[in-house]
């Protein structure tokens, strides 16, 4: 049994009653959070202390959507230019993808990691292709996520788009991940079963995937609508919209988490909510490809729960709650649109989305729940209390410096330094040379 005390913060609780506490101490008792106390009323011996006096203390951030191996696009300049969606798929995704190796899969998500740590997110569910090389490319991810500490949930990304063979392969490895979950038992690492799209997922496909992921209990993890040509081929070669042929197939239901959803009728807004199905919003990502932007009020309005994801693009979740909010606005034309509503896309609805995914509870500061924390360096210029907490998280939080994270009750990273077994620079270094030869192979 470790104790660890973070001490003489103000702690940020969420949850349903979210409190503002000034001067409490989060004690933590191996991976869990144990109590919440005034810091004057705290006594004892702790195996670990970690000051907190001064700052802000929140749960560790929580990305509901994120491909690791977006890093190596990172400054790639061969692909060309796109006009559509469909062309950022066809000139860069599916063509990276593809030249992706084990080795590849390991250092792209190890950067992002590392990363994540230094931006407080200690929770990524992430989403993962690489055709050529899709067995074991999970453990190789899972080897990253074991040696940064955070938490994550991993997925092989289904698709019949490199053939048949590619397909099973890919249906395989969410099977022997899930699997491999299992047996490890490892609350730090879960498994769903992953799918690209409806459109590059024929019937034959997506039948193998549901019987698999039914035989496993697990949930799925895909892209829906995320530009014209899904609906467009449902409509065409199923005859039937996205949302209805995933629910016929026996995709949909709590543990299913769809991203984007931007194309989507009420009808089908409808269905989620019936099933319990969890959607993703992506803004900055959706605003980058030019696709539009999901329905959020209509989603939320309906019942659905919609949590917050950055499809690769970042890992500093308050960057993309903000750019979620400024385009709820521009969408209404009104500047006061679903401020509390986008707020908790990230701290109410992510922290639910998550906790369907984990064996524990994640992203509140109450007995019970991960001890997961985000330590930063805020002092606030107007009063912070219960009231003002969404303004200032918005507005000031939102870009203030994680000083120090905690996943699991093991300390990450403290007053910014990486308590990591990795060398950043050496990383860099090594993800450099793997991209530099993909970038060849492109
Ligand atoms: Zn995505």
């Known amino acids: 049994m470790a104790t660890l005390r973070v001490k003489g913060g103000t702690v940020v609780t969420l949850g349903e009653a979210s409190r503002v506490l000034p001067e409490h101490d989060v004690i933590c008792r191996d991976d869990r959070v144990e109590a919440i106390r005034p810091t004057r009323e705290v006594q004892g011996a702790f195996d670990r202390t970690v000051e907190a006096s001064g700052r802000v203390v929140m749960p560790g951030f929580i990305n509901a959507h994120m491909h690791f191996y977006s890093t190596f696009a990172r400054g790639l300049g061969k692909a060309q230019p796109a006009r559509d969606f469909d062309q950022v798929l066809r000139h860069l995704w599916w063509r990276l993808d593809k030249a992706l ?3 590849d899969c390991y250092y792209s998500a190890l950067v992002p990691l590392i990363q994540a740590v230094r931006a407080g997110t200690t929770t990524l569910i992430d989403h993962h292709a690489s055709p050529r090389a899709v067995r074991g490319s999970l453990a190789r991810v899972a080897e990253a996520v074991d040696q940064t500490g955070v938490r994550a949930c991993l997925c092989y990304e289904v698709s019949d788009r490199d053939g048949g063979g590619v397909a099973r392969e890919g249906i395989e490895e969410n099977a022997a991940w899930i699997e491999e979950v299992q047996r490890r038992g490892n609350p730090r690492l879960a498994g769903m079963f992953g799918l690209h799209a409806s459109f590059t997922v024929g019937d034959e496909t997506l039948d193998l995937a549901v019987a698999e992921a039914r035989r496993l209990g697990a949930g799925f993890h895909l892209h829906v609508a995320e530009g014209p040509v899904d609906q467009r081929h449902a409509l065409a070669f199923h005859e039937r919209r996205v949302v209805d042929r995933l629910e016929k197939a026996g995709v949909l239901g709590p543990r299913t988490l769809l991203a984007h959803c931007i194309d989507v009728t009420p009808a089908e807004m409808e269905t989620l909510a019936r099933t319990r199905t969890a959607v993703v919003h992506n803004p900055q990502s ?12 209509g989603m939320q309005d309906r019942g659905v729960l919609v949590g917050l994801g950055t499809d690769g693009m970042t890992v500093r979740m308050g960057q993309e709650v903000r ?3 400024f385009v709820r606005h521009l969408r209404e034309g009104n500047p006061s649109a679903g401020f509390l509503e ?4 990230l701290l109410r609805h992510n922290a639910q989305i998550a906790s369907r995914c984990f064996d524990v509870p994640v992203g509140v500061l109450a007995p019970g729940f991960a001890a997961d924390l985000a330590v930063l360096d805020y002092c606030p210029p107007t009063p912070l209390d219960d009231d003002s907490f969404p303004g200032h998280f918005v507005f000031g939080l939102a870009e203030a410096e994680v000083v120090t994270t905690i996943c699991g009750g093991r300390v990450l990273m403290e007053d910014r330094r990486l308590l990591l077994d990795l060398d950043e620079a050496e990383v860099a270094a090594k ?3 793997c991209a530099a030869a993909l970038w060849r192979r492109f």
């Open 101 to 103: 190796t084990l080795e």
């Open 286 to 297: 959706n605003l980058n490809n030019a696709v539009g932007m999901a329905d959020v009020a």
């Open 323 to 325: 750019t979620a909010l």
């Open 342 to 345: 986008t707020v908790a896309l």
């Open 431 to 433: 993800a450099r040379e």
